[in-house]
């Protein structure tokens, strides 16, 4: 009963090929964040999806695309992977009831471009 | 959102309280303190968060100073499996941004 999943685990890829990352939440929550945190451990925000629909692009390259089929889903495809694409993916998810939101993070998916 | 500022270490012995502080001198009337804290290779985890009034949980308590501008986390009997990146965060009410800082490695020790 994994409140937020994500899938895969690790994903080791070469440069320039395409991978998707997938997340699903059953917590019923209606917001779906991706989060990055690289080498230096620096956590930072990606996306943020409100019941399918975008609601924060932190300037991230056009080569990542989120997308969220229903409110329990949010994907995040990478195009033409490189080198700096290498970190591990968070997904979250929350109410959004005021600020008595928690948030609830997946386990992270650790991904190595080589 | 405000920022905050927290050392970036701090060494605790298991069995004892462990009592991470959080400055925001920045933080307006309507921010909300958070703290989340993450253990190594796993997703961050929610501990608690309060506005004004001092708060506790089966996890920590939180405590605000009267004049908002700085905040304690406590972990009242600290383990081992409590060593993990301690993150003290702003928000506003209503906000759906959670901005992480660089937080305090806390190393629990026997």
């Known amino acids: 009963d994994t409140a937020v999943s994500q899938t895969p685990k690790y994903l080791v890829t070469q440069m320039g090929n395409d991978k998707s990352i997938k997340c699903e939440q059953n917590?019923?929550?209606?917001?779906m964040y991706w989060y990055k945190q690289d080498s230096k451990k620096f956590l930072k925000i990606m996306f943020s999806y409100n019941n399918k629909e975008l609601i924060i692009n932190e300037t991230v390259p056009n080569r990542f695309s989120p997308k969220s089929p229903d409110k329990a889903h949010l994907n995040l495809h990478i195009n033409s992977l490189e080198l700096g694409d290498s970190a591990v993916y968070f997904c979250a998810s929350s109410q959004d009831e005021g600020a008595s939101s928690g948030y609830t993070f997946g386990s992270g998916t650790r991904l190595t471009v080589v | 959102d405000a920022k905050t500022t927290q050392p970036p270490s701090m060494d605790c012995a298991e069995g004892r309280a462990a009592n991470l502080p959080c400055n925001h001198s920045t933080i307006s009337g309507n921010e909300y303190v958070y703290w989340y804290r993450q253990i190594h290779s796993q997703g961050p985890q929610y501990i608690i968060h309060?506005?004004?009034n001092n708060e506790t949980n089966e996890m920590a308590s939180l405590i605000i100073t009267e004049d908002r501008k700085s905040s304690t986390l406590i972990l009242p009997h600290a383990t081992l499996r409590d060593t993990a990146v301690y993150y003290c965060i702003v928000r506003a009410g209503g906000g759906n941004k959670l901005t992480f800082g660089t937080g305090t490695q806390l190393k629990v020790e026997l």
């Open positions: 917590l019923g929550h209606d917001t």
């Open positions: 309060g506005l004004k």
